[in-house]
């Protein structure tokens, strides 16, 4: 049967619509009820005795109904040279109406038809949860510009811009509050359940609802390249993927159509040559066409697969493709990183050692490193520049940035060169390596500072592990059979203490983003199906490297988030292994289909070769395979069947 494209556009479904009133909005579901009553009227009259010009007009309209949009898809697709199930199955039809069996024929257009609106009306509630998550983004949005306010679409924001946000509205694009305090609701976007609280120099996201009160917010991202439009855009690229279990259906499927319209050939000439009435002929060889028609093989695999998409974004996980689903069921290690993936994205700086000889101050030392650290994406960056802020001290403009993943920074900052950076790369003085052994085997991370050459001091952080990280590593360990592994370019003694928190044994520390590579494909060389979790710029080359890549949204870098084959959007460790148990009941359920589907196909095709099948029970038996394994498939939209 012809599929139906999942998100043909961006626009949010209408919020609350009644089933009936979505179901009516679908042609494929009005057709099919014009086709129904047609025939329940034609079918009345035949019982009735009516004269036989009322009611084949009336199984003829029935005909037209059902079977014009099929048909002529089926057309166009042979214009294509493609054979198309859809025009095998009305021709069958209409020669069922060619030797008198109008009622049989007209049944196959009705059934055919209803499974087409079932399967159209499934799509589109899986469209429809989907496309839940983007939520509602204003039109427009009320700009603060040298003349005072004025109202702007918000596709034309740009970086920088002043946004006035007034009590209930959504706002109008990605940004850092400036000026006011309010609630905001952000479920649609983090899945918290309560409003969060914002002051000035928290984040918000467009498409989030202000609570009672205003908010002066700076515009951080342009409008592409907000939050909500890059989970649009997810979204679509998933809608619009086939898994490989698909493609290679389909393209088994134009072989097998070709073979089956060969056979349907054979079963009406042979015994035509043998001496059997043309009737009893073309009646058997129709019912071979249809019974034999592969069109529930062609719907066990994207409803299932398309419906564990859906139910993963609803929780929170955007899942990039089905093909992406396909390798998530195959996970058999996982590897995480340690600072914002295992453990809160901002890790917090608890302590500050300047060298007295290197004559600067506890905040002048802060202040340089948090002034050389501003353009980082890194956590620990982010977390310098906090606690600057939050003493007050004013950063420096840096005249320029350099950036190694996993080394540290360099910034030219006045006449100063300033170094921030890994003690395995900056350390160099006995008295601080003794200061950093002692840090690390509490447990705490360490940068050095170092100006023009010289160790200035060094920077602790400590980071605390998310919440559910523990049980989210032992239902990993669980589902996988192997224990998770801890990759990280933290010292060991940090990395150890985070690990026996969680509950992971196999540890990878003081790593470069290549050490993180060779790691990764080293399990996967010994045949392990590696799924790397991380969130920095230093994580996206392990991620490439693995079978499967997942990225912390909230907290995760733009190169990261466009390396991952799935984001967890509201950064809940809970939702890796849950989605890594979905996407295995998804290819349960795939099998299952085929299975069925298979069999459905076998029985029928036997017995009508073998036996005598009648037509309706051929008709019933065909679709009701097909309408079997799409509602099979649909069962994945359930809540329940997320068990994170």
Same mark, same amino acid.
């Given at each position: 049967?012809?599929?139906?494209?999942? &998100?043909?556009?961006?626009?949010?479904?209408?919020?609350?619509?009644?089933?009936?009133?979505?179901?009516?909005? /679908?042609?494929?579901?009005?057709?099919?009820?014009?086709?129904?009553?047609?025939?329940?009227?034609?079918?009345?009259?035949? =019982?009735?005795?009516?004269?036989? %010009?009322?009611?084949?007009?009336?199984?003829?309209?029935?005909?037209?109904?059902?079977?014009?949009?099929?048909?002529?898809?089926?057309?166009?697709?042979?214009?294509?040279?493609?054979?198309?199930?859809?025009? &095998?199955?009305?021709? #069958?039809?209409?020669?069922?109406?060619?030797? +008198?069996?109008?009622?049989?024929?007209?049944?196959?257009?009705?059934?055919?038809?209803?499974?087409?609106?079932?399967?159209?009306?499934?799509?589109?509630?899986?469209?429809?949860?989907?496309?839940?998550?983007?939520?509602?983004?204003?039109?427009?949005?009320?700009?603060?510009?040298?003349?005072?306010?004025?109202?702007?679409?918000?596709?034309?924001?740009?970086?920088?811009?002043?946004?006035?946000?007034?009590?209930?509205?959504?706002?109008? +694009?990605?940004?850092?509050?400036?000026?006011?305090?309010?609630?905001?609701?952000?479920?649609?976007?983090?899945?918290?359940?309560?409003?969060?609280?914002?002051?000035?120099?928290?984040?918000?996201?467009?498409?989030?609802?202000?609570?009672?009160?205003?908010?002066?917010?700076?515009?951080?991202?342009?409008?592409?390249?907000?939050?909500? $439009?890059?989970? +649009?855009?997810?979204?679509?690229?998933?809608?619009?993927?086939?898994?490989?279990?698909?493609?290679?259906?389909?393209?088994?499927?134009?072989?097998?159509?070709?073979?089956?319209?060969?056979?349907?050939?054979? &079963?009406?000439?042979?015994? !035509? /040559? &043998?001496?059997?009435?043309?009737?009893?002929?073309? =009646?058997?060889?129709?019912?071979?066409?249809?019974?034999?028609?592969?069109?529930?093989?062609?719907?066990?695999? *994207?409803?299932?697969?398309?419906?564990?998409?859906?139910?993963?974004?609803?929780?929170?996980? =955007?899942?990039?493709?089905?093909?992406?689903?396909?390798?998530? #069921?195959?996970?058999?290690?996982?590897?995480?990183?340690?600072?914002?993936?295992?453990?809160?994205?901002?890790?917090?700086?608890?302590?500050?050692?300047?060298?007295?000889?290197?004559?600067?101050?506890?905040?002048?030392?802060?202040?340089?490193?948090?002034?050389?650290?501003?353009?980082?994406?890194?956590?620990?960056?982010?977390?310098?520049?906090?606690?600057?802020?939050?003493?007050?001290?004013?950063?420096?403009?840096?005249?320029?940035?350099?950036?190694?993943?996993?080394?540290?920074?360099?910034?030219?900052?006045?006449?100063?060169?300033?170094?921030?950076?890994?003690?395995?790369?900056?350390?160099?003085?006995?008295?601080?390596?003794?200061?950093?052994?002692? $840090?690390?085997?509490?447990?705490?991370?360490?940068?050095?500072?170092?100006?023009?050459?010289?160790?200035?001091?060094?920077?602790?952080?400590?980071?605390?592990?998310?919440?559910?990280?523990?049980?989210?590593?032992?239902?990993?360990?669980?589902?996988?059979?192997?224990?998770?592994?801890?990759?990280?370019?933290?010292?060991?003694?940090?990395?150890?203490?985070?690990?026996?928190?969680?509950?992971?044994?196999?540890?990878?520390?003081?790593?470069?983003?290549?050490?993180?590579?060779?790691?990764?494909?080293?399990?996967?060389?010994?045949?392990?199906?590696? *799924?790397?979790?991380?969130?920095?710029?230093?994580?996206?080359?392990?991620?490439?490297?693995?079978?499967?890549?997942?990225?912390?949204?909230?907290?995760?870098?733009?190169?990261? !988030?466009?390396?991952?084959?799935?984001?967890?959007?509201?950064?809940?460790?809970?939702?890796?292994? #849950?989605?890594?148990?979905?996407?295995?009941?998804?290819?349960?359920?795939?099998?299952?289909?085929?299975?069925?589907?298979?069999?459905?196909?076998?029985?029928?095709?036997? %017995?009508? =070769?073998?036996?005598?099948?009648?037509?309706?029970?051929?008709?019933?038996?065909?679709?009701?395979?097909?309408?079997?394994?799409?509602?099979?498939?649909?069962?994945?939209?359930?809540?329940?069947?997320? $068990?994170?």
């Amino acid at each position: 049967m012809t599929s139906h494209p999942v &998100l043909q556009d961006a626009r949010p479904p209408a919020v609350g619509r009644p089933m009936r009133e979505r179901a009516w909005s /679908l042609p494929e579901v009005r057709w099919a009820l014009a086709a129904s009553g047609l025939f329940g009227c034609a079918a009345a009259a035949h =019982l009735l005795g009516k004269p036989a %010009w009322l009611y084949w007009g009336l199984y003829l309209a029935c005909y037209v109904a059902g079977g014009w949009q099929p048909g002529l898809d089926g057309l166009i697709a042979l214009r294509r040279r493609s054979l198309d199930v859809d025009l &095998l199955m009305v021709v #069958a039809a209409l020669g069922a109406a060619a030797i +008198g069996q109008i009622f049989d024929g007209a049944l196959l257009i009705v059934i055919f038809a209803t499974s087409g609106a079932l399967e159209a009306l499934a799509t589109k509630r899986t469209e429809d949860s989907v496309r839940g998550l983007l939520g509602l983004t204003p039109e427009t949005a009320t700009r603060i510009g040298d003349s005072g306010e004025e109202l702007v679409g918000t596709a034309e924001l740009a970086v920088g811009d002043l946004l006035l946000i007034r009590p209930g509205e959504r706002i109008g +694009g990605d940004g850092v509050v400036v000026d006011g305090a309010s609630a905001v609701d952000q479920a649609t976007i983090t899945g918290e359940p309560l409003p969060v609280d914002k002051t000035a120099g928290d984040e918000v996201f467009a498409g989030t609802v202000n609570g009672t009160g205003t908010l002066w917010v700076r515009v951080q991202r342009p409008s592409a390249d907000t939050v909500i $439009s890059r989970i +649009g855009a997810m979204v679509a690229e998933a809608s619009a993927s086939k898994a490989r279990t698909q493609l290679f259906i389909e393209k088994v499927e134009q072989r097998y159509s070709a073979l089956m319209v060969a056979a349907t050939i054979a &079963l009406l000439t042979i015994p !035509l /040559l &043998l001496g059997s009435d043309l009737r009893s002929a073309l =009646l058997r060889a129709m019912t071979f066409m249809i019974v034999a028609s592969p069109c529930a093989l062609v719907l066990s695999t *994207m409803p299932p697969l398309l419906a564990a998409i859906a139910n993963a974004g609803r929780h929170g996980v =955007l899942v990039k493709s089905a093909v992406v689903l396909e390798k998530l #069921a195959t996970v058999s290690r996982v590897a995480l990183d340690k600072t914002g993936t295992l453990t809160l994205g901002v890790p917090a700086l608890t302590g500050i050692h300047v060298r007295p000889e290197s004559g600067f101050g506890r905040a002048e030392l802060l202040a340089l490193a948090a002034s050389a650290e501003h353009p980082s994406e890194h956590p620990l960056a982010r977390a310098i520049v906090a606690a600057a802020r939050d003493a007050g001290l004013a950063l420096r403009p840096t005249v320029s940035f350099t950036s190694a993943p996993g080394r540290g920074v360099r910034a030219r900052i006045g006449d100063d060169t300033v170094e921030v950076g890994s003690p395995g790369q900056l350390g160099d003085d006995a008295t601080v390596g003794q200061l950093v052994h002692t $840090s690390e085997r509490a447990g705490r991370t360490t940068v050095i500072v170092r100006v023009n050459g010289a160790t200035a001091g060094v920077l602790e952080l400590t980071a605390h592990p998310r919440d559910g990280a523990a049980d989210a590593v032992a239902r990993l360990e669980s589902l996988t059979g192997t224990t998770p592994l801890l990759l990280t370019g933290d010292n060991p003694q940090a990395a150890s203490q985070l690990a026996a928190d969680v509950g992971i044994a196999d540890v990878h520390a003081a790593l470069l983003p290549e050490d993180k590579v060779a790691i990764v494909r080293g399990l996967e060389a010994d045949g392990a199906a590696v *799924m790397f979790v991380g969130d920095g710029v230093n994580d996206a080359p392990a991620m490439a490297a693995a079978r499967v890549a997942v990225a912390m949204g909230r907290t995760g870098s733009d190169l990261t !988030l466009q390396t991952a084959d799935a984001v967890i959007t509201r950064d809940e460790l809970r939702a890796l292994p #849950a989605i890594v148990a979905l996407a295995r009941r998804a290819r349960r359920v795939v099998t299952a289909n085929l299975l069925i589907a298979a069999t459905f196909i076998v029985v029928l095709v036997g %017995w009508d =070769l073998l036996g005598h099948l009648p037509l309706p029970l051929g008709v019933a038996g065909h679709e009701g395979s097909t309408i079997l394994v799409g509602l099979n498939g649909l069962r994945l939209l359930r809540d329940r069947t997320w $068990s994170a």
